[in-house]
């Protein structure tokens, strides 16, 4: 599968982004999906999951209550609408697929800046 990661841009404390990821490739729905984020001179941080069928999702503590991930099968996508953005949210937002063997893909990175 090949990932392009969308929507990333530059934005103002309490503001809202959409950032979405397009799959290619057959079986979109056997992947678990995931976005993590890295901050400039950091670790690559978690920041949400969602299940194949979109049955369950996970979210990192710092993201909770803030940020809603989705995906849609049909269109081979998967969103992660970002509200009440922090400058703490800065960095680049990746995707992520995981098969069923625990193989993972990443895209390329989307850039997400908050200012304060």
């Known amino acids: 599968v090949q990932l392009q990661a969308s929507g990333g841009g530059l934005v103002q404390t309490g503001g809202s982004l959409r950032l979405s990821c397009a799959a290619s490739g057959p079986n979109f729905s056997s992947y678990g999906m995931a976005w993590f984020r890295q901050a400039a001179g950091k670790e690559r941080e978690f920041v949400s999951a969602i299940r194949r069928s979109a049955e369950r999702t996970l979210y990192g503590d710092s993201v909770t209550g803030r940020f809603t991930m989705s995906r849609d099968n049909a269109k081979n996508a998967v969103y992660l609408q970002m509200n009440s953005m922090k400058p703490e949210d800065t960095g680049v937002y990746y995707c992520?697929?995981?098969?069923?063997?625990?193989?993972?893909?990443w895209g390329q990175g989307t850039q997400v800046t908050v200012s304060s």
């Open positions: 992520n697929a995981r098969d069923g063997a625990a193989e993972d893909y």
